[in-house]
């Protein structure tokens, strides 16, 4: 059983995730103007609406800090706990109608993501994880899978940001991916990882992405009995890129 103040901080996350993610379906015609474009970033006015419904519905229940894809920092008190809020993950597959998008909220506490949800409203999904207490999609429990050869698995993945300018990280991203079966890319981190907890797949590695990216599938991962890791790309800084390995603790991305 998850531990009481986990649950409610997790009851809380879902509250925040399902308020938005309705607001976005419902919204849709609304706010999928896209808003600005940097590289292959884009930003929807939904992104922006999504965020205020997230932060007001956490800060109504708890002091903490708040890092967010879209407004950055969000003051609260101090302390090593935070929630991580990405208020659309996968914001081009929205707009284009493509249905692997998520709402993904996470409690960070001294940089691990603790407490999870990412809430897949097209595809009728809503993943949640407590790391090392459990893991549930729509409230039934999951688990990582039983493989154990990545020639038998499926990879997660995405196209490492640099790969576009730097031959060296092209080339290495190449070979990785050749150890596996199959290599799967949807556009979103945050359903990506919550496969891995689900145990739809087998493992995600990615450089370059933000806690608020992966947190919320992290801790999903990590209650589903699997191994999620991240590391500093540019230092500890919990706001900036990160490489993110998870897996069922089994097989693991090279």
């Known amino acids: 059983m998850p531990s009481s103040e986990n649950a409610q901080l997790l009851a809380l996350a879902q509250r925040a995730a399902a308020r938005a993610a309705a607001a976005l379906v419902e919204c849709r015609a609304a706010w999928r103007a896209i808003e600005s474009e940097e590289g292959r970033e884009v930003k929807l006015q939904a992104d922006r609406h999504a965020e205020a419904l997230i932060i007001e519905t956490l800060r109504a229940e708890t002091p903490y800090r708040i890092l967010s894809e879209e407004i950055g920092w969000v003051d609260g008190s101090d302390g090593d706990v935070i929630w991580a809020v990405d208020p659309l993950d996968g914001s081009v597959n929205y707009a284009q109608g493509f249905p692997h998008w998520a709402v993904s909220i996470a409690l960070v506490r001294a940089g691990l993501p603790?407490?999870?949800?990412?809430?897949?409203?097209?595809?009728?999904?809503?993943?949640?994880?407590?790391?090392?207490?459990?893991?549930w999609m729509n409230g039934a429990p999951i688990r990582v899978s039983d493989v154990t050869d990545p020639k038998r698995g499926i990879l997660m993945t995405g196209i490492p940001a640099r790969a576009a300018t730097d031959p060296a990280t092209m080339a290495?991203?190449?070979?990785?991916?050749?150890?596996?079966?199959?290599?799967?890319?949807?556009?979103?981190?945050?359903?990506?990882?919550?496969?891995?907890?689900?145990?739809?797949?087998?493992?995600?590695?990615?450089?370059?992405?933000?806690?608020?990216?992966?947190?919320?599938?992290?801790?999903?991962?990590?209650?589903?009995?699997?191994?999620?890791?991240?590391?500093g790309v540019d230092g500890d800084a919990l706001d900036g890129r990160l490489d993110v390995v998870a897996y069922n603790g089994n097989a693991a991305p090279a």
């Not at 603790?114 to 893991?135: F, N, Q, R, S």
């Not at 608020?212 to 209650?223: E, R």
């Open 172 to 231: 290495a991203f190449t070979t990785s991916i050749t150890r596996w079966r199959k290599v799967r890319m949807i556009g979103s981190a945050a359903c990506a990882l919550a496969y891995v907890g689900a145990g739809k797949a087998d493992a995600y590695h990615e450089t370059g992405g933000m806690l608020w990216d992966v947190a919320g599938g992290l801790a999903v991962v990590a209650g589903a009995g699997g191994v999620a890791t991240m590391r």
């Open 114 to 135: 603790v407490v999870g949800v990412v809430d897949c409203p097209e595809l009728g999904e809503t993943y949640t994880g407590i790391a090392g207490e459990g893991a």
